[in-house]
């Protein structure tokens, strides 16, 4: 099975496993399909984080293609000379454009991890041929690069392949046909990796980084390597739960947050009631606070994962919730042992008969990440170097603050929240595989796909249909979906809360493994996902 935000290209792995690939051959295709099907956060010009579970050997393995910062980054790269943030830096200039890890990380995946019955050049074939050809424009895909116009019109790369014209984005109905994108891909499927971060490719996309005001040299792109890190685990009422470690917050603090809530009757407190409410905002609010000190690169600073993922500090910070008022966030500073990111990352999960699995997050940072096409790659260009604390406590584009851990450094990887995650029975076989986009709001909606499975009993469509909430500490709001009674509101309101109903949170993609069925769900929070099987 395969469950991703857009069908077509989930499609295109499913059918990888059926002709007997395994599902790293499956996610491998589908990652660069997406690149093609889902531009605006499937990519080959961002970066992300990989799970992947061989299920004859045990083993779960964490592949780390997280973008990194050209070799002369400083620290105040960001900063205009009297030292404050410059947000247009990092968010719309070349400064802000990390190297890009994906081809390095799922050309890592295939080699090591792939059945063997597959070249990389045949899993990159439907990609290759759908951005050839070209694809119908959707309503959802439409919608989204309307939304995106005005950047695409300052780039007259990004113009001549999303736009009709000087004005309009392409439309509902059009076809977008991306031949550069089609050429990258095929000196890819021509000389592996190589192919990307040499030679053409990697000369159109230093050409458009220095273009536009960033540093980034064929050298950086040359050096790039996607990194095997040991995932972060945990354990949550017997299940043994398996994430991505630093540079990813995620892993971490989905497992800090669940040793929290260990200590709360959560399935008799009711599924999204005012106490269990209560109680997820204040983990919530704990682990955002410890992100914004101890996270960052760990082949930079070192991250105390074993202390923030330890039963013993999760108990300790347990007994500061009080049950009958929320604690300010002023009140709470991060212990002794995030604004809002783009909505626009993408996650999608694939398990195959032999109960391997992959869970991938990756994403271009903002939609269409810089919103740039490197001229004659057809690559969108991320904008990635924005996750790093441009300066101690000055908010990121979604509110995340961050302190010296995660400063801008030579060759680092900003601080993510992607978190792909896996959960595991008491005899170590595979439960649960999922993930989401949604920024800052990605560990909390991972965290409550869990709670919602194992605490509330939830199959993996109510699971993730389920109205969701999110705190992050600063600012200090409680965020909720629509669906939470007023009722309940009321009641959080009077423990102190003040509430803000926000749009859809999160579009997980989720495959539930039960008595060797498989059940995926993905997300209607975002049109065109699809769970596919056979
Ligand atoms: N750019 C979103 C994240 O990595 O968390």
Do not use: C
């Not at 531009?39 to 997280?66: C, E, S």
């Not at 407190?269 to 269990?276: D, K, P, W, Y």
């Not at 993930?435 to 919602?452: A, E, H, K």
């Amino acid at each position: 099975m395969v469950v991703a935000q857009e069908a077509r290209a989930a499609a295109i792995g499913r059918n990888i496993m059926r002709q007997g690939g395994n599902a790293v051959d499956a996610a491998v295709a589908t990652g660069f399909a997406l690149a093609v099907t889902l531009p605006r956060a499937g990519n080959i010009g961002g970066g992300g984080f990989m799970l992947v579970h061989l299920a004859k050997q045990g083993k779960t393995i964490a592949i780390d293609y997280r973008e990194t910062a050209p070799a002369n980054t400083r620290p105040d790269v960001f900063l205009d000379a009297t030292g404050n943030f410059m947000r247009e830096k990092s968010q719309r200039s070349g400064l802000g454009v990390g190297v890009p890890g994906t081809v390095a990380g799922l050309a890592l995946a295939h080699r090591k991890y792939g059945s063997g019955k597959f070249t990389l050049a045949q899993l990159l074939a439907p990609a290759i041929r759908l951005a050839q050809e070209g694809l119908r424009v959707d309503a959802d895909l439409a919608d989204s690069l309307e939304w995106s116009t005005r950047r695409f019109r300052k780039y007259p790369a990004s113009r001549a392949i999303f736009m009709r014209d000087a004005t309009s984005a392409l439309r509902e109905g059009d076809m977008l046909v991306q031949k550069d994108l089609a050429r990258s891909l095929q000196r890819i499927a021509a000389q592996g990796v190589k192919g990307f971060y040499t030679g053409e490719t990697a000369m159109g996309i230093v050409a458009a980084v220095q273009g536009t005001g960033g540093t980034m040299t064929l050298a950086d792109l040359a050096s790039y390597e996607a990194k095997e890190r040991t995932p972060v685990r945990g354990t949550y009422r017997g299940h043994t739960v398996v994430s991505m470690p630093p540079p990813s917050s995620g892993g971490v603090h989905i497992v800090q947050m669940l040793n929290m809530l260990e200590h709360f009757p959560l399935a008799q407190m009711g599924h999204n009631s005012a106490a269990s409410i209560h109680v997820l905002a204040a983990a919530m609010k704990r682990a955002y606070a410890d992100r914004s000190k101890y996270l960052g690169d760990p082949d930079f600073v070192a991250v105390p994962v074993k202390a923030l993922t330890s039963k013993a500090y999760a108990a300790q910070l347990q007994r500061q919730i009080s049950m009958d008022r929320a604690i300010p966030a002023k009140d709470i500073k991060p212990g002794n042992p995030l604004p809002f990111e783009s909505d626009q990352t993408t996650h999608y999960s694939t398990v195959d008969a032999q109960g391997n699995a992959v869970s991938n997050t990756y994403t271009l940072n903002f939609t269409y990440g810089l919103g740039m096409v490197a001229a004659g790659t057809g690559i969108l260009l991320n904008n990635e170097l924005d996750d790093f604390a441009a300066k101690p406590n000055a908010p990121n584009a979604y509110g995340l603050l961050g302190g010296k851990a995660n400063a801008p450094g030579p060759r680092k990887r900003p601080l993510s929240s992607m978190s792909p995650l896996m959960v595991f029975d008491e005899k170590g076989a595979l439960e649960i595989v999922t993930g989401t986009p949604g920024g800052s709001r990605i560990i909390t909606t991972v965290l409550q796909i869990v709670l919602n499975i194992v605490d509330h009993g939830m199959n993996a469509a109510e699971a993730t249909i389920a109205p969701r909430v999110h705190h992050q500490w600063y600012p200090d709001t409680l965020n909720i979906e629509r669906g939470i009674s007023p009722d309940t509101q009321k009641l959080l309101k009077a423990k102190g809360y003040e509430i803000r109903q926000r749009r859809a949170m999160g579009a997980a993609q989720t495959i539930v493994r039960r008595h060797r069925w498989l059940y995926g769900a993905s997300d209607t929070r975002r049109a065109g996902g699809a769970a596919v099987g056979y």
